[in-house]
T-cell receptor, first 116, second 115 residues
Framework: DSGVTQTPKHLITATGQRVTLRCSPR?????VYWYQQSLDQGLQFLIQ???????AKGNILERFSAQQFPDLHSELNLSSLELGDSALYFC???????????????FGSGTRLTVV | AQSVTQLGSHVSVSEGALVLLRCNYS??????LFWYVQYPNQGLQLLLK??????LVKGINGFEAEFKKSETSFHLTKPSAHMSDAAEYFC?????????????FGKGTKLSVKP
């Protein structure tokens, strides 16, 4: 158990639908990162939140959004789903004190999204 | 801008043989470098990291990596492969700010171990 909890582990939904993925970071970590992993695109950075505020944005589609709540858990919302959105979605957390990136990330076990 | 290149998307070795997974980085500032391992149907797990202390870094499961500034490399090695080492390995370099988050990952190298 890495300390980063992601739910649900598996999700099957139809095209056009909306889903919410949830992440609870490791205790004490202020930063949460979302990644999408697919066979053709590899590991793609989506977005980072630090202590409730958006800090960095990567290749996140406009149909996707995220937020981090006061208790530091984060949700990734995916809407108008397409077949191509089928992927593993990972959440990671880090201490990220003062922007120090030497700590690395702790990853959750991911949510496997299948869009049919 | 920082970037990471992993040479070889697939590497196959025999059990007991040397494992060498290659990673080259590009960074305009002294980097922090990481190796992660992903076993099937699991998340990424930190193997080891270089944060400007010793250039030879030892990690979990017998892996180590050497930071070579002159070659801008951070190759991952293990003297003797075990079947349990079969997994995908990702090299990553840290960045500060920017649109790519704090860590930039390579495309990964899938390691197969033959009996």
């Amino acid at each position: 158990d890495s300390g980063v909890t992601q739910t649900p582990k598996h999700l099957i939904t139809a095209t056009g639908q909306r889903v919410t993925l949830r992440c609870s970071p490791r205790s004490g970590d202020l930063s949460v990162y979302w990644y999408q992993q697919s066979l053709d695109q590899g590991l793609q950075f989506l977005i980072q939140y630090y202590n409730g505020e958006e800090r960095a944005k990567g290749n996140i589609l406009e149909r996707f959004s995220a937020q981090q709540f006061p208790d530091l858990h984060s949700e990734l919302n995916l809407s108008s789903l397409e077949l191509g959105d089928s992927a593993l979605y990972f959440c990671a957390s880090s201490v990220d004190m003062g922007g120090d990136s030497s700590y690395g990330y702790t990853f959750g076990s991911g949510t496997r999204l299948t869009v049919v | 801008a920082q970037s990471v290149t992993q040479l070889g998307s697939h590497v196959s070795v025999s059990e007991g043989a040397l494992v060498l997974l290659r990673c080259n980085y590009s960074s305009s500032v002294p980097p922090y470098l990481f190796w992660y391992v992903q076993y099937p149907n699991q998340g990424l797990q930190l193997l080891l990291k270089y944060t400007s202390a010793a250039t030879l870094v030892k990690g979990i499961n017998g892996f180590e990596a050497e930071f070579k500034k002159s070659e801008t490399s951070f190759h991952l090695t293990k003297p003797s492969a075990h079947m349990s080492d079969a997994a995908e390995y990702f090299c990553a370099v840290s960045v500060q700010g920017g649109s790519q988050g704090n860590l930039i990952f390579g495309k990964g190298t899938k390691l197969s171990v033959k009996p």
